[in-house]
């Protein structure tokens, strides 16, 4: 297959990808001053990002392709997640109803069908008002467009448009006439819509062609691939969503209102989608990979996984330095420059196998140490239990929880304002990440009690074993969570 990767695990992952004997195409400077490799400028089977809060990647593209890259992904490390296929990936045209609308646009419940394994729910995507030509209301059935997704982690929904585009990576097509070249460069632009028409090749009616940056070095061969594959996809999705009143009217979806009962399934899907989810184990195992080509610090993607400024420090670090492969990762300068310190804000992001992600709360940071460990105290709202302790919560509880960098579990301990302990929970995870505004891991369901009497107890091994026959938790890793869970049993 070919891949075009971006983002901050792109080196690694190109690694990985050409000593599968893939190709990797319109690779960015940097990369082709890494490898000793012929690239091309070829349109890609699929694209690799990674997410906006650099905890993954996200890919797009070709089913097979990806696939395939996502059978290499989650080899990288014991705590690789790759959730199901994305049921609306970039691309895909489907009708939904307005449930909510906002300052600037509407909430859609999206139908998108079960066809895929883990779809059948509904799922939620945005569409702003200036994407549809006339007023939209709750309860209006509308037809549109994703054109960018979110993973299951993240608290985005995925946004729509009416205004519909076909291909990707050297061209794709979308509503209007002529041919647009997005460079900044008026001379090249110029030189390649020449060099285009020379094709042969015309977009449908209603389509004009959009050539990217890449297309200014690609070969004539590569340029005509690209095109024929834009037009076929735009045909094809032409054909799927019809050209009648609700359909594609001049590479628009109409007003995008529908004047027909919405469809129960997607019109279109043209793209699968996935997102892989890494862990602080996967990340270090990224950085091994990255270090047979470059010079790579220890901890160089669990850094990069920060703040903006801590990735810069990295890339600065590494451009004067060549730190020796089995050095340390340094935890504390790492919280020393970028946090976090004590009477900071500390989140907890409880990641699930499945992909889902639940922040248990914000606390204030009360002790940290070199060593990585870091002391969280939350203050508890009253009403109900504690899970598993079944302890009451009552007014003035504080839960003081312990996390340390790159251990496989963490303790909260309950108190009761006269500071009496209510309880001990031990959560079994995937290695901790402590971030300067969220500590982040996977839950891995089995965990470990101590009641206030003394009495210890081992806890939902039956949803870890649930979650191994569901294939959310690979058995490698739900077999280490047992592991640890017996550790802490027998310590307590």
Known sequence: ????????????????????????????????????????????????????????????????????????????????????????????????????????????????????PGDGDAVEGYLPYDAVDARIETGDSVRAQVTASAPPWASRRPALDTAVSAGSGLVTLEPGSGTRVDVRDDEAARELAGMVDLLGIEPPEGWRAVWGPAALDAEMDELETGLARAVDAAERLAAAVGDAENGIAGGDLATGLLSEPPATDPLARPNAGIWVWFGRESRFALDDVRRQVTTTMPGHHRIKAGPESASAGVDFAEAFCDPAPDADFPFAAVRESFGPAVGDALRIDHGKPDGRLITLGEGEVTDVDDDGSVTVRREMTPGGRYDGLETRRAAGDVAVTSLMEGRWWYPTTYRGADGEVKGTYVNVCTPVEVFPTAARYVDLHVDVIKHPDGTVERVDDGILDESVAAGDTPEPLAAKARSVASALQNAF
């Open 1 to 116: 297959m070919n891949a075009r990767v971006r983002g901050i695990y792109t080196t690694a992952l190109t690694r990985l990808l050409l000593a599968a004997g893939h190709d990797v195409v319109d690779p960015s400077p940097p990369i082709r001053r890494r490898f000793d490799a012929t690239f091309s400028t070829a349109p890609p089977d699929v694209t690799v990002a990674t997410t906006d809060d650099r905890e993954g990647i996200g890919a797009t593209g070709d089913e097979a392709a990806v696939a395939a890259l996502r059978d290499h992904l989650v080899e990288v490390g014991i705590d690789t997640f790759g959730p199901g296929p994305t049921p609306a990936p970039p691309g895909t045209v489907l009708d939904g109803e307005v449930t909510e609308t906002l300052g600037g646009g509407a909430v859609v419940d999206l139908a998108v069908g079960a066809d895929v």
